[in-house]
């Protein structure tokens, strides 16, 4: 457990609804604090709801740079300015450099709408209808070098109904997500989260429900 909150910096592309559950729950929870909201594109709904709340906020736009390593090379020293000591991908739709992992080792967790190793990359939800899956779900996850590929935190399932379409399905997911990510980033703030290779161990507190 911390003395004091851990500040964290959300990336996000769109309309935040998972920023907006870290953000909701971080005054219960009091081990995380979202430090700055950096954005891809300006003019996202994100924006404004960071704003709302008071949370510094920055636009790190990807054609402003010449390469991956560039871009990566300028969110971190935006969350490094901000005191951040870990990065949450919350609906982030660009693909960090390595340089990000050496900067935050073990410190950036990415929430997927698949249960990881299945339909990983940008159209999870409509690779699963189109699969004819009959359960889906979320996965939060440390980030690594592969897309969607670092170690598991924690998954849970989500039943594909069959009349589910991608609007439908996706309405689901994001409920459970936005449970999951803040019980994460707590967890990883309170220090109660450890990766041995491919495998996470969580150090549930005695009045958490476990999952």
């Given at each position: 457990m ?6 964290i ?7 935040g ?8 729950a971080?005054d ?13 594109r ?8 960071a704003a ?9 736009e990807?054609?402003?740079f010449?390469?991956?390593s560039?871009f ?9 300015c901000?005191?951040?000591k ?11 450099a390595?340089?990000?992992?050496k900067?935050?080792p073990?410190a ?8 990881l ?15 004819g ?13 592969q897309?969607?590929?670092g170690p ?8 594909v ?7 439908s399905?996706?309405?689901?997911i994001?409920?459970v997500?936005?449970?999951?990510l803040p019980?994460?980033?707590s ?25």
């Amino acid at each position: 457990m911390t003395d004091s909150p851990l500040p964290i910096a959300v990336l996000i592309s769109g309309s935040g609804s998972n920023l907006q559950a870290l953000i909701d729950a971080q005054d219960a929870a009091q081990d995380y604090v979202v430090a700055v909201v950096i954005s891809d594109r300006p003019d996202v709904r994100g924006l404004d709801r960071a704003a709302d709340a008071g949370i510094s906020t920055k636009v790190v736009e990807w054609a402003d740079f010449e390469s991956r390593s560039s871009f990566t090379r300028a969110l971190c020293d935006v969350a490094d300015c901000h005191g951040a000591k870990g990065l949450v991908l919350a609906g982030f739709m660009r693909i960090l450099a390595p340089i990000a992992m050496k900067r935050f080792p073990a410190a950036i967790i990415n929430v997927h709408p698949a249960l990881l190793p299945a339909f990983p990359g940008a159209h999870a939800v409509e690779n699963a209808i189109e699969y004819g899956v009959t359960l889906t779900g979320v996965t939060v996850h440390f980030v690594d070098e592969q897309v969607d590929h670092g170690p598991i935190i924690v998954q849970e399932a989500v039943r594909v109904a069959a009349d589910d379409d991608q609007t439908s399905l996706h309405r689901r997911i994001q409920d459970v997500e936005h449970r999951l990510l803040p019980d994460a980033v707590s967890a990883f703030a309170r220090g109660n989260l450890t990766v041995q290779g491919r495998h996470v161990r969580w150090d549930r507190m005695p009045e958490e429900a476990v999952g």
